[in-house]
């Protein structure tokens, strides 16, 4: 006998061995901006990236240092600028700027110490000034030229985490100050790395606020499409937010399959956006996290299990697994990261009409705007087979369809051949939506 708290407990421990197993031994590249030192739940990040490294995932970490440095220039009274999101200061900070990030650096690899984890802290880049721009002197800003990646490689091999500062220093020795989440980006890049996360103390769901409104749904992922169409999109982002959104569609654009964006004041956040396919931050994705696809018979088990809840509830008809493999070529299912998490079937009746059936998404991801997708999946699909008008009975869910743009109908409207099948004491509605 299951109960909901076993089920949902096995479930996420099926959650994280799958990708345990699947990132074992891959790379991950980690950026901690320096006011994560400040929270309360820093130790709690060290403790879980710790846990993280021990399950045979490969970490590198780059320290960001912007408020540490921007203090002791301020102390010093040392006067610098920001341009397109970089600090523009001269010579007489470099020494500042290399205390700065190197302490920020040292705090973390102590912090790391105290888990029991070797790290290691290294000059691994080699930059050249950014010069001037259009005009305009960047003064000690740096590019990055190289990345000394035998090393890097060398220190993973030996079990250590490597730390990067937020700098590079040219051959003659010269220092540049990098910007670490440029940085980042490019080691995750060189690397090959397998995800590449941003820890960030600032809020990035107003940028999408227009189009949760919209759709109803949690963003929690985004696709390089989706982001470069709400980045063309005239809104005040703010310019911090606009540019690691930016970078992090160039990361994707550049074969990075996966960068995350999550909130460093959330304990335990890098563990839940890393082992659960909801996460619980933003995840940017060139490949298809989540994909449509048709049904294969291999699915029916895994489909029959999505439907169980909703059947013993009675939302949904009680389907047999002959019925599903008899009719599993009108069904479509959604897929996240390997696992059927919503399932919908269009059943055709003549060139006239179809019928939606059986639309089922896993309650924990009803938020995430899959049953829109499987329903404008379906009406293209519909579209392609020139049928005219779609469908649907339905007993408990009539204000979402009619969300959709599906408009009440009679039963007497549906195809005849439907009609005879249908469990009269179901009382159902009929709502219909026009493709032409």
Not at 31 to 46: A, M, R
Not at 365 to 383: M, P, Q, S, T, V
Request: hydrophobic share 45%.
């Amino acid at each position: 006998m299951e109960t909901p708290k076993i089920l949902e407990n096995a479930q996420n421990i099926r959650s994280v061995i799958r990708y345990l197993k699947r990132f074992k031994n891959t790379t991950f590249v980690i950026h901690l901006p320096d006011s994560i030192l400040e929270s309360s739940v820093f130790l709690n990040h060290i403790s879980d990236i710790a846990l993280i490294h021990n399950a045979g995932i490969r970490i590198v970490l780059v320290a960001g240092a912007k408020n540490r440095i921007n203090g002791l220039l301020e102390s010093a009274g040392i006067l610098w600028q920001e341009k397109d999101g970089l600090r523009v200061s001269g010579e007489n900070a470099m020494p500042h700027i290399k205390m700065a990030s190197f302490d920020v650096a040292n705090s973390i690899m102590t912090a790391l110490a105290a888990e029991k984890i070797s790290a290691v802290i290294g000059n691994w880049v080699k930059a050249r000034g950014k010069g001037i721009i259009d005009g305009f002197d960047y003064e000690s800003c740096g590019e990055i030229d190289q990345i000394d990646l035998p090393s890097i490689h060398s220190v993973l091999e030996n079990n250590f985490i490597p730390i990067f500062p937020c700098l590079g220093w040219s051959s003659s020795g010269r220092p540049y100050n990098i910007s670490s989440i440029d940085l980042a980006k490019e080691i995750a890049i060189q690397l090959k790395s397998e995800k590449l996360f941003f820890l960030n103390d600032y809020e990035l769901e107003e940028i999408f606020l227009e189009k949760k409104a919209h759709e109803n749904e949690s963003i929690n992922a985004l696709s390089v499409q989706d982001l470069e169409t709400i980045l063309k999109e005239n809104r005040a982002i703010p310019i911090h937010a606009a540019r690691l959104l930016n970078l992090a569609l160039e990361a994707c654009k550049m074969g990075l399959e996966r960068v995350h964006l999550i909130d460093q004041r959330i304990d335990g956040v890098i563990l839940n956006e890393l082992f659960s396919e909801l996460g619980s931050g933003l995840m940017i994705y060139y490949d298809n996290y989540g994909a449509i696809r048709p049904m294969d018979l291999e699915d029916v088990a895994d489909v029959l299990s999505l439907m169980r809840p909703f059947v013993k509830k009675g939302i949904l008809l009680e389907r047999s697994e002959a019925q599903l493999k008899e009719l599993h070529g009108d069904f479509v299912v959604y897929e996240i990261d390997g696992a059927i998490r919503a399932c919908a079937a269009l059943h055709v009746y003549g060139e006239e009409q179809g019928e939606i059936a059986a639309v089922v998404v896993d309650e924990r991801y009803n938020k995430a705007g899959i049953g829109i997708k499987l329903i404008e999946f379906l009406k293209k699909k519909a579209r392609g087979l020139g049928i005219a008008s779609l469908f649907v009975l339905t007993t408990q869910t009539a204000d979402w369809f009619e969300k959709q743009g599906f408009k009440p109908d009679i039963l007497e409207s549906i195809p005849f051949a439907k009609q005879e099948k249908i469990d009269k004491n179901r009382k159902s509605k009929v709502f219909r939506l026009e493709l032409v």
